[in-house]
């Protein structure tokens, strides 16, 4: 079992950068792969990063290589998603999630656990 949260979300104007944290209280976090999925209003949740549990292995959507970054601490229990040069579509609401698989998987079912979400909005 473990207990994610989220925060760093907020607003931000096109072009910048914001960095949501994913943290956790249990120890048990440092065995799970972490993804990041976002959620824009009346949309589906899509995939846009996640990092194996050593933090050797990263995976990005189309959208998100290159200007995002997945990094993880494993003795602070926190995971990170470093967003640069955002854009208007990248607005939303942003999870973490949790898989004990070990693999970088990109399907919702693949994660047992999920934080409560931390929105983004991207404004011109």
């Known amino acids: 079992q473990v207990t994610l949260v989220e925060s760093g979300g907020g607003s931000v104007q096109v072009g910048g950068s914001l960095r949501l944290s994913c943290a956790a209280p249990?120890?048990?976090?440092?065995?799970?792969?972490i993804g990041w999925f976002r959620q824009a209003p009346e949309k589906e949740r899509l995939f846009v990063a996640a990092?194996?549990?050593?933090?050797?292995?990263?995976n990005y959507s189309d959208s998100a290589k290159g200007r995002f970054t997945v990094s993880r601490d494993n003795a602070e229990k926190t995971a990170y998603l470093q967003m640069n040069n955002l854009e208007p579509e990248d607005t939303g609401v942003y999870y973490c999630?949790?898989?004990?698989?070990?693999?970088?998987?990109?399907?919702?079912?693949?994660?047992?656990?999920w934080g409560q979400g931390t929105q983004v909005t991207v404004f011109s």
């Open positions: 999630a949790a898989d004990r698989s070990g693999a970088l998987n990109r399907k919702i079912a693949d994660y047992e656990h």
């Open positions: 990092i194996t549990w050593g933090g050797g292995r990263t």
């Open positions: 249990e120890r048990t976090f440092n065995s799970y792969t």
